[in-house]
């Protein structure tokens, strides 16, 4: 239960740092002193809405699919095949959400959602074969990413 807890956490540690990207400081804002440290540890709920893992916009959808693909990935390298197939299901359920916004790529979520389908039943026959289907998965949330960044 700890491995799972801690796996999802660097795994939204990880979406959150690639979704975030690095920034330059806007020039007035690089001359001001840093913070103090006492608000270090906390997250401003603002910010958090910001990013599009926390949006209930296609995008969000998107980027919630990837996570829930890497977490798969994650627990079939651990051989937790329920756990694998329980985020595969979370990734299809957004994909479906997705859909449901009419998104200008109908075909593409539509084709995830089938790649997706296949994955699930290759994950529940505990097949070594969904390795390969997870990094086609991961491919097209990936071209999903760069499409509806746009």
């Given at each position: 239960?700890?491995?799972?807890?801690?796996?999802?956490?660097?795994?939204?540690?990880?979406?959150?740092?690639?979704?975030?990207?690095?920034?330059?400081?806007?020039?007035?804002?690089?001359?001001?002193?840093?913070?103090?440290?006492?608000?270090?540890?906390?997250?401003?709920?603002?910010?958090?809405?910001?990013?599009?893992?926390?949006?209930?916009?296609?995008?969000?959808?998107?980027?919630?699919?990837?996570?829930?693909?890497e977490m798969?990935?994650?627990?079939?390298?651990?051989?937790?095949?329920?756990?694998?197939?329980?985020?595969?299901?979370?990734?299809?359920?957004?994909?479906?959400e997705?859909?449901?916004?009419?998104?200008?790529?109908?075909?593409?979520?539509?084709?995830?959602?089938?790649?997706?389908?296949?994955?699930?039943?290759?994950?529940?026959?505990?097949?070594?074969?969904?390795?390969?289907?997870?990094?086609?998965?991961?491919?097209?949330?990936?071209?999903?990413?760069?499409?509806?960044?746009?």
């Amino acid at each position: 239960m700890k491995q799972i807890k801690l796996v999802m956490l660097l795994a939204v540690a990880l979406g959150l740092a690639s979704a975030g990207g690095c920034a330059k400081a806007p020039e007035e804002d690089r001359s001001a002193p840093a913070q103090s440290n006492k608000n270090a540890g906390q997250a401003n709920p603002q910010d958090l809405t910001a990013t599009p893992l926390y949006t209930k916009t296609i995008r969000g959808n998107v980027e919630r699919a990837g996570l829930a693909v890497e977490m798969a990935r994650a627990f079939v390298k651990q051989q937790q095949w329920n756990e694998a197939v329980a985020q595969l299901r979370t990734a299809q359920t957004q994909i479906d959400e997705a859909l449901g916004h009419k998104p200008r790529l109908k075909e593409q979520f539509e084709e995830l959602k089938a790649a997706l389908g296949k994955a699930i039943q290759t994950a529940e026959h505990q097949s070594n074969d969904v390795e390969a289907q997870l990094n086609d998965l991961q491919t097209r949330v990936n071209g999903l990413k760069v499409s509806t960044s746009e």
